[in-house]
Nanobody
Framework: QVQLVESGGGLVQPGGSLRLSCAAS????????MGWYRQAPGKQRDVVAG???????NYADSVKGRFTISRDNAKNTLYLQMNSLKPEDTAVYYC??????????WGQGTQVTVSS
């Protein structure tokens, strides 16, 4: 089993920045892909950004050029740097990991609110 714990959410003004972190533990050796998703009130959970074992990344069109996904293998931590935040980025952000042995795992989520 893989366990994920997100942190770094909060309230920020439009145009501001936040960095989310996702600490992974457990059976992390078989993880082949990780990503960030978000869910706004009344909406479905959508993918924001992903990174695979080789380091390739992908982003939702709505965050390209503003968000950057990265990972620190030594710290077993996934990051999401969010710049130029907009009110429409307000959502609960979830970390996801896909592992060969244990399948998909989710964190508990962290709230990001962009408001003046």
């Amino acid at each position: 089993q893989v366990q994920l714990v997100e942190s770094g959410g909060g309230l920020v003004q439009p145009g501001g920045s936040l960095r989310l972190s996702c600490a992974a533990s457990g059976s992390i050796g078989s993880i082949y892909a990780m990503g960030w998703y978000r869910q706004a009130p009344g909406k479905q959970r959508d993918v924001v950004a992903g990174i695979v074992i080789g380091g390739s990344t992908n982003y939702a069109d709505s965050v390209k050029g503003r968000f950057t996904i990265s990972r620190d293998n030594a710290k077993n931590t996934l990051y999401l740097q969010m710049n130029s935040l907009k009110p429409e980025d307000t959502a609960v952000y979830y970390c996801n990991a896909n592992a060969v042995l244990s399948g998909s795992a989710w964190g508990q989520g962290t709230q990001v609110t962009v408001s003046s």
